[in-house]
Protein backbone atom coordinates (compact mmCIF):
# COMPACT_ATOMS: atom_id res chain seq x y z
CA UNK A 1 0.00 0.00 0.00
CA UNK A 2 1.52 3.18 -1.07
CA UNK A 3 2.32 6.10 1.45
CA UNK A 4 -0.76 8.66 2.36
CA UNK A 5 -0.12 11.64 0.47
CA UNK A 6 -0.79 14.09 3.09
CA UNK A 7 2.51 12.94 4.43
CA UNK A 8 4.42 13.23 1.77
CA UNK A 9 7.34 10.84 0.31
CA UNK A 10 9.69 9.73 2.54
CA UNK A 11 13.13 10.63 2.46
CA UNK A 12 15.77 10.01 5.16
CA UNK A 13 17.20 13.93 6.76
CA UNK A 14 20.56 12.68 6.23
CA UNK A 15 20.80 11.90 2.81
CA UNK A 16 18.04 15.15 2.22
CA UNK A 17 20.66 17.24 4.25
CA UNK A 18 23.62 16.11 2.22
CA UNK A 19 21.61 16.37 -1.39
CA UNK A 20 20.71 19.93 -0.36
CA UNK A 21 24.50 20.32 0.71
CA UNK A 22 25.47 19.12 -3.27
CA UNK A 23 23.68 21.48 -4.92
CA UNK A 24 24.98 24.25 -3.03
CA UNK A 25 28.25 23.82 -4.13
CA UNK A 26 28.70 25.05 -7.28
CA UNK A 27 31.11 22.87 -10.15
CA UNK A 28 31.15 19.16 -10.20
CA UNK A 29 29.56 17.58 -7.32
CA UNK A 30 30.68 14.30 -5.97
CA UNK A 31 28.25 11.20 -5.81
CA UNK A 32 26.28 10.67 -2.75
CA UNK A 33 27.20 7.47 -0.94
CA UNK A 34 24.54 6.21 0.93
CA UNK A 35 22.60 3.12 2.39
CA UNK A 36 19.11 4.67 2.57
CA UNK A 37 17.30 2.69 -0.45
CA UNK A 38 13.57 3.07 0.98
CA UNK A 39 14.38 7.00 0.28
CA UNK A 40 12.35 8.81 -2.49
CA UNK A 41 13.15 10.31 -5.46
CA UNK A 42 12.19 14.11 -5.12
CA UNK A 43 12.48 16.95 -8.01
CA UNK A 44 15.59 18.71 -6.31
CA UNK A 45 17.71 14.96 -6.92
CA UNK A 46 16.98 15.25 -10.66
CA UNK A 47 20.59 15.53 -11.84
CA UNK A 48 22.26 14.17 -8.93
CA UNK A 49 24.58 11.24 -8.51
CA UNK A 50 23.75 8.41 -5.60
CA UNK A 51 26.15 5.47 -4.31
CA UNK A 52 23.71 3.36 -3.32
CA UNK A 53 24.67 0.24 -1.58
CA UNK A 54 23.17 -3.14 -2.59
CA UNK A 55 24.54 -5.09 0.30
CA UNK A 56 27.68 -6.10 -0.91
CA UNK A 57 29.13 -2.81 -2.71
CA UNK A 58 27.78 0.78 -3.70
CA UNK A 59 26.43 1.18 -7.06
CA UNK A 60 26.00 4.58 -8.90
CA UNK A 61 22.43 5.82 -9.79
CA UNK A 62 22.30 8.91 -11.84
CA UNK A 63 18.67 10.56 -11.27
CA UNK A 64 16.95 11.30 -14.06
CA UNK A 65 13.47 13.19 -14.36
CA UNK A 66 11.57 10.16 -15.03
CA UNK A 67 12.62 8.79 -11.79
CA UNK A 68 10.84 11.01 -9.72
CA UNK A 69 8.53 9.47 -6.95
CA UNK A 70 10.46 5.96 -7.23
CA UNK A 71 12.81 5.16 -4.63
CA UNK A 72 16.60 4.55 -4.99
CA UNK A 73 16.27 1.12 -4.12
CA UNK A 74 14.37 0.48 -7.27
CA UNK A 75 17.46 0.94 -9.45
CA UNK A 76 20.01 -1.61 -7.82
CA UNK A 77 19.63 -4.94 -7.40
CA UNK A 78 20.32 -6.63 -4.78
CA UNK A 79 20.86 -10.56 -6.35
CA UNK A 80 23.18 -11.53 -9.05
CA UNK A 81 21.73 -14.02 -11.17
CA UNK A 82 24.66 -16.65 -12.40
CA UNK A 83 22.78 -19.57 -14.33
CA UNK A 84 20.45 -22.29 -13.49
CA UNK A 85 21.73 -25.45 -12.30
CA UNK A 86 20.61 -28.12 -14.81
CA UNK A 87 20.87 -25.54 -17.61
CA UNK A 88 24.30 -26.44 -19.03
CA UNK A 89 24.65 -28.54 -22.11
CA UNK A 90 27.34 -30.90 -22.01
CA UNK A 91 28.89 -32.50 -25.33
Not at 5 to 30: C, N, R, V
Not at 40 to 62: A, S
Request: contains cysteine; aromatic residues 10%.
Amino acid sequence: MPRSTKKGPFIDKHLFDKAMDALSQEGAAKPIKTYSRRSCIIPEFVGLTFLVHNGKLFVPVYVRKQMIGMKLGDFVMTRTFRAHAGDKKTK
